[in-house]
């Protein structure tokens, strides 16, 4: 099991430039990429979209940026340098600032168009390789990163899982009760409206017709595979979020159609915990790849 959450950042030297390679990424329903790098690299980016793809689902935020390096290899434009040096102290020198040469000298250094840096007009195969090599490992890094939080999000499924199994069988030990709380009320009813000469076995009958629709062993039933087919799913299947999803919906169903039966306030109060579990298993399944 995969969270579709994750973060990897690495880096590589290309052309006396660090490359940082940055990937983020959320959960969507769908692939979801924003690519963002240098016009440099852009002739590779339908290559780095199909290794991304490896990620299978999800918001991914994929950010290449390079920062000059110190083994960077540059030269100072000197006429440009000299102008921009004599237009500023001629201003400096017009305003009597003190310390106008420091303040020149710091500003104009500073200026990245006064170094001619190499530039490459495209990458050679030896960069790309390198390249290629850091994406892998980022993306490999957060493959690893979502296997981590999948383990973090099991753990939580499997502990409302359980609570809600437990619930379900605390069910049976009120529904003999139910059946005699029915019974009684039915007579309660027939005693207010002064009814007479009733038929034992035609009100038995009656009572079995009127349990029989309050019956919920189908639901109890169909409750308990479901939740042994969510277990069996998160355990044994890879990028089962989305039948997972589908799963608790019909545990939601079999819950709600309990509760809706129950005719008991302390099954209707299971079922009210049952539903509070099962919401905070939906509230994480969409974050699952």
């Not at 434009?77 to 009597?96: F, P, S, V």
């Amino acid at each position: 099991m995969k969270s579709m959450t994750g973060y990897a950042k690495k880096q590589c030297v290309i052309n006396g430039k660090n490359i940082i390679i940055e990937i983020k990424t959320l959960n969507s329903k769908q692939m979801d990429c924003n690519v963002k790098m240098p016009s440099l690299y852009r002739s590779k980016e339908l290559e780095i979209r199909s290794m991304i793809n490896r990620l299978e689902r999800g918001k991914i935020d994929f950010t290449l940026t390079e920062e000059a390096s110190v083994e960077s290899n540059a030269t100072l434009n000197t006429e440009l340098a000299t102008a921009r040096y004599n237009a500023m102290m001629q201003l400096a020198n017009q305003l009597t600032h003190e310390q106008a040469n420091t303040i020149v000298m710091n500003n104009l250094f500073n200026q990245s168009d006064i170094w001619n840096a190499e530039q490459a007009n495209e990458l050679s195969e030896e960069d790309w390789n390198a390249l290629a090599k850091t994406i892998n490992e980022a993306i490999n890094e957060v493959d690893q990163f979502r296997i981590h939080e999948g383990q973090i999000l099991r753990q939580d499924f499997v502990k409302h899982v359980d609570l809600i199994e437990q619930k379900l069988q605390q069910i049976p030990q009120y529904e003999a009760e139910r059946i005699d709380t029915a019974k009684e009320r039915i007579r309660k009813y027939m005693i207010d409206f002064e009814v007479k000469n009733v038929d034992e076995n035609r009100f038995e009958q009656e009572i079995i017709y009127y349990l029989e629709k309050l019956d919920i062993t189908e639901e109890k039933v169909r409750l308990q595979k479901h939740i042994n087919y969510f277990r069996e799913t998160m355990n044994n299947e890879e990028g089962s979020g989305k039948k997972l999803g589908f799963i608790a919906q019909e545990m939601g169903r079999e819950i709600n159609t309990t509760g809706s039966k129950a005719n008991h306030v302390a099954i209707q109060q299971l079922v009210v915990e049952m539903k509070d579990e099962l919401e905070k298993i939906k509230e994480q399944l969409g974050n699952i790849l």
